[in-house]
């Protein structure tokens, strides 16, 4: 059964569901806190990692990487990351934010 195969795992794996809910800060400058059209809080990728099993995440891939929250959000969870991103605007962007957040932390 599921519950005796996951019975000795350490972290909370039940089945969250299809919708999160996912507090975020309202902004005033969408130009300056989110300049890309698709952004989405660092919580979402965190959460994703921290479901997957972090001692079991070698190293997070992101195909699409915009301004870099999936990249921050494995920063803070001490995992190593590859993204790939074609605007080199947007790419300057995670760059810099994946630095201060090293640099911080």
Not at 84 to 93: I, K, L
Request: positive net charge; hydrophobic residues 35%.
């Amino acid at each position: 059964s599921n519950v005796a195969r996951w019975g000795g795992v350490k972290e909370d794996r039940r089945c969250r569901g299809n919708t999160w809910f996912v507090p975020y800060r309202t902004i005033q400058s969408r130009d300056k806190h989110r300049p890309h059209p698709a952004t989405f809080p660092i919580k979402i990728p965190r959460m994703c990692v921290q479901l997957h099993g972090v001692e079991r995440t070698r190293r997070v891939l992101d195909p699409f990487l915009g301004i870099g929250h999936s990249a921050l959000a494995a920063a803070e969870l001490g995992i190593d990351f590859v993204g790939f991103e074609t605007d080199t605007d947007y790419c300057a962007q995670s760059r810099s934010a994946i630095e201060e957040a090293m640099s911080a932390g």
